[in-house]
Nanobody, 121 residues
Framework: QVQLVESGGGLVQSGGSLRLSCAASGRISSMGWFRQAPGEEREFVAAISWSGGMTSYAESVKGRFTISRDNAKNTVYLQMNSLKSEDTAVYYC?????????????????WGQGTQVTVSS
């Protein structure tokens, strides 16, 4: 059974930065980050292939967020820069058993418990 544990969330001022981490136990392949704001549906943020060679981003975070991974540590990261109030959400790490990345929530089998990110204006 795969377990995902996110960390790194918190409160930050608009324009600031945070780095989220997701540590995985068990065998996983491609991974992604999703987020859910209050009263909104969960949405795709970023994804990375098993090798790290392919990444994809939601338009709303392109140029500001960077997803990366360290397979030796079985960990994926989300570096978030130039944060805006609209980035406030619970951020979830997700993993799938296929090597290619995906922006589709229903293609991810494993999910973390989420970490809160709050950006104050």
């Amino acid at each position: 059974q795969v377990q995902l544990v996110e960390s790194g969330g918190g409160l930050v001022q608009s324009g600031g930065s945070l780095r989220l981490s997701c540590a995985a136990s068990g065998r996983i392949s491609s991974m992604g980050w999703f987020r859910q704001a209050p009263g909104e549906e969960r949405e795709f943020v970023a994804a990375i292939s098993w090798s790290g060679g392919m990444t994809s981003y939601a338009e709303s975070v392109k140029g500001r967020f960077t997803i990366s991974r360290d397979n030796a540590k079985n960990t994926v990261y989300l570096q978030m820069n130039s944060l805006k109030s609209e980035d406030t959400a619970v951020y979830y790490c997700a993993a799938r058993t296929y090597t290619a990345n995906s922006n589709r929530e229903n293609e991810y089998r494993y999910w973390g418990q989420g970490t809160q990110v709050t950006v104050s204006s």
